[in-house]
């Protein structure tokens, strides 16, 4: 008997090894999975749900020679054109969202040295102007536009290393730097009247960028009011309007939103006190133009905020807690 079982195995085992070795080279290309050149077969995320944007690698060029000029020579901004602020090692300067829909990522110095470089990043899909120090481990990097998009929002890439980058989950998803986070600095959505009044001296990012691009239209059209979204995302909530705006805060390891809808409720502009993660928090917000930051209460000490739409911080962070305006 054991001498038939024997034969029968010698007879049978090349045609097992065969399938076994035909199936394996089917799932090779299920696994990996390649869009605009990048390798996203280790990604941290579902890599199906990694979409093309449209435009290939670099088709949204960031900005990496940034050229800036005063205030007082930055006519075309209109006062409540909207940009994003940031102030470090006592350098303002103000990029207009005009600006930052055709290129979504400016490489940026704001000193000498790893801590001063920083890439300001913004996604018109999301509303979202997120500030990083660029320099993950001491190494200061160039990021650039990957053309590819998970829950609507833009993946980054830096070209040292050509890993994915998260800009909603503050880390690298794919590559060399995968599970590395960036330090998120503090900016300030808001008007450039608002701007310019709090920082005086600012500098404004120039639009000679050395790309020719209309910056008086938008591309996205009233994207930024309609309930349509481009692209599909995991988690909705109807609570908002999809494209209201909210203040989206995360503090020590715990997620909080605050719409502006419900800030209204204590005024069209003023201050709030809330306490979040262990931590009293003060909050400054004007409802009408959507614009807020949040500081540790009694300190001087601004936490990095993401000013963004409802459904973008909604779908990164559907368990969070939500800021209700009638409990304060």
């Not at 207009?96 to 990043?121: C, K, M, Q, S, Y």
């Not at 053309?147 to 800009?167: A, F, I, P």
Request: aromatic share 14%; proline share 6%.
């Amino acid at each position: 008997m054991p001498l038939i079982i024997s034969r029968l195995f010698c007879f049978f085992w090349p045609g097992v090894l065969l399938v076994a070795l035909l199936f394996s080279g089917l799932s090779k290309p299920l696994q990996a999975r390649t869009l605009n050149g990048f390798d996203l077969s280790d990604s941290l995320l579902d890599a199906r749900k990694i979409l093309s944007g449209g435009p290939p690698r670099d088709g949204i060029p960031a900005i990496d020679e940034p050229r800036f000029s005063a205030a007082e020579d930055a006519g075309w901004l209109k006062p409540d054109d909207r940009v994003m602020g940031v102030f470090h090692n006592g350098i303002a300067k103000a990029y207009p969202i005009a600006i930052l829909d055709w290129h979504e990522i400016v490489n940026d110095r704001f000193g000498a040295g790893p801590d001063n470089a920083l890439v300001i990043t913004y996604c018109p899909l999301c509303g979202t102007g997120v500030v990083y120090q660029a320099a993950p481990g001491g190494d200061i990097l160039s990021f650039g536009v990957s053309g590819l998009l998970y829950n609507s929002d833009v993946l980054l890439y830096d070209r040292q290393t050509e890993s994915l980058w998260s800009q909603l989950q503050n880390r690298a998803i794919a590559g060399a730097y995968q599970g590395q986070t960036l330090q998120m600095v503090a900016s300030w959505y808001t008007t450039w009247r608002d701007w310019q009044t709090q920082y005086p001296h600012t500098l404004v990012l120039s639009r000679e960028t050395g790309f020719s691009r209309n910056y008086d239209r938008s591309p996205y059209g009233d994207y930024d009011r309609s309930t349509n979204l481009y692209f599909p995302v995991d988690f909705l909530s109807q609570a908002y309007h999809p494209k209201e705006r909210v203040l989206g805060l995360e503090l020590n390891g715990q997620f909080k939103a605050y719409p502006f809808a419900e800030l209204a409720r204590a005024g069209a502009q003023g201050e709030i006190k809330d306490t979040f993660a262990g931590q009293d928090l003060l909050i400054r917000y004007d409802a009408e133009q959507r614009s807020g930051r949040i500081w540790l209460a009694d300190t001087e000490q601004e936490l990095p905020v993401v000013n963004s739409f409802w459904f973008a911080w909604y779908t990164f962070h559907p368990q969070g807690e939500v800021f209700n305006g009638s409990d304060n």
